[in-house]
């Protein structure tokens, strides 16, 4: 089976723990180095809250061309910076070639 793990700031990564998912709360320097050791250790999927990924993203760009982990960006209990549905527009308009998503926004 699969693993999945979530990054980010405890208070909101901990009630992805009843879900089932491993949860790895982590700031500042650990949350590359938490990436990294997921990343080698099998994990399918990684969620990573926006904040704690717009502090890791040498790291995160670096596995965008592998197939596993799949590192999906989501929002903190402080609510979105936008870098999620930023990478939604990019991706859909990369395979797509036009952004059909958002038009002219």
Known sequence: MSKIGVIGD????VGFKSLGIDVYPATGGE????????ASGGYSIIFITEQAAEQATETIDRYKTMPF????PIPS???TTG???KNIRANVEKAIGA???FGDE
């Open 10 to 13: 405890s208070d909101s990564v």
């Open 31 to 38: 949350i590359m180095k938490t990436i990294n050791r997921l």
């Open 69 to 72: 982990p799949a590192i999906i």
């Open 77 to 79: 209990n402080r609510g």
């Open 83 to 85: 870098l999620g549905m």
């Open 99 to 101: 952004d059909i998503l």
